[in-house]
């Protein structure tokens, strides 16, 4: 793979329900601190791991895990309004700190697409480390596609990388905002290999991320819906799209330095929904499943589609 810049790099990568959890819920989530753990991966390299424990209140089980990818140059610190209502509604969430993030000590090491192989090799040694049944496969922008590449979807290996990328333990995908087409990473044709449930979320401002956000065609958020599109009918597969959202609602998650407004009205949307999809396909409830499929609209503010 030629290299790339770092920059040119992220413009790629960018381009009857339940109650929404309550700021309770949340403030419940936040007071049980997330750990640290480092994972050795397969080349001897640390993975640095933060891990949510499901919160334990009245009435709450620990419904499943999930393994969480963030987008590019971000970290896992920066996603607390998509994290903690997911554990705050029973779910373990552990997070690698990929190469890719400002915030690693050896980003320098690994420019442009070269994170590439590293975020695979996070995710294998994380997998392995949870162990268990399964789990759920989440993430955000460049997170994504490391989600949906655990789901079967098929990116192309990097160099240093052997072996089938599908993770078998992934019983599910949320990906938020996955890249469209991404020259030397993915395509439709990839996609259409994606071989488990997925919930796939954009906003119809979600364009790439760089310095021409904004400048381009008004339907280029649609390729964030390269994944939902490419991928086979008939395998339980919904995409949402929210009115008005961008690629990091308005700076709650990934980049908190963004101006904003922050949409978090959107937000809580997107969790809810998000909510009923990880019970219905994680955990394996016919009534999430129901309730997810009631809320299918074509038009509005808040677009469910199921295919």
């Known amino acids: 793979m030629n290299p790339v810049s770092r920059r040119a790099a992220i413009g790629m990568i960018g381009a009857g329900l339940v109650a929404a959890p309550t700021r309770r819920s949340i403030a419940a989530a936040s007071a049980t601190s997330p750990t640290l753990v480092d994972i050795e991966t397969t080349s001897g390299r640390i993975s640095r791991v933060t891990r949510w424990r499901a919160s334990i209140m009245r009435g709450t089980i620990t419904r499943g895990t999930i393994l969480f990818s963030h987008g590019a140059m971000s970290s896992p610190a920066k996603y607390d309004p998509l994290i903690l209502p997911l554990v705050a509604a029973g779910f373990d969430v552990w997070a690698p700190l990929h190469v890719d993030s400002t915030d690693h000590p050896d980003t320098n090491l690994f420019p442009g697409l070269a994170s590439w192989g590293a975020r695979i090799e996070d ?124 690629h990091y609602f308005g700076g709650l998650i990934c980049s908190p330095e963004r101006p904003g407004p922050r949409q978090s009205v959107q937000m809580r949307q997107a969790v809810t929904l998000s909510l009923q999809f990880l019970r219905g396909y994680g955990t394996g409830s016919a009534r999430a499943r129901a309730a997810l499929d009631g809320a299918l609209i074509d038009t509005g503010p808040v677009v469910l589609w199921r295919r």
């Open 123 to 246: 995710m294998r040694a994380l997998s392995a480390h949870v162990g268990g049944k399964g789990h759920i496969a989440a993430g955000h922008s460049y997170g994504g596609l490391t989600a949906l590449t655990l789901g079967g979807a098929q990116a192309v290996t990097p160099e240093g990388i052997t072996g089938p990328l599908r993770d078998p333990r992934t019983r599910a995908v949320l990906a938020f905002s996955p890249p469209g087409l991404a020259p030397g990473l993915i395509d439709g044709a990839g996609y259409a290999g994606l071989a488990v449930p997925a919930f796939i979320q954009t906003g119809d401002k979600d364009f790439p991320p760089g310095p021409l956000e904004g400048a381009v065609d008004p339907a280029a958020w649609k390729q964030h819906l390269l994944a939902y599109d490419s991928a086979k009918t008939g395998g339980d597969r919904y995409a949402l799209i929210l009115d008005g959202v961008d």
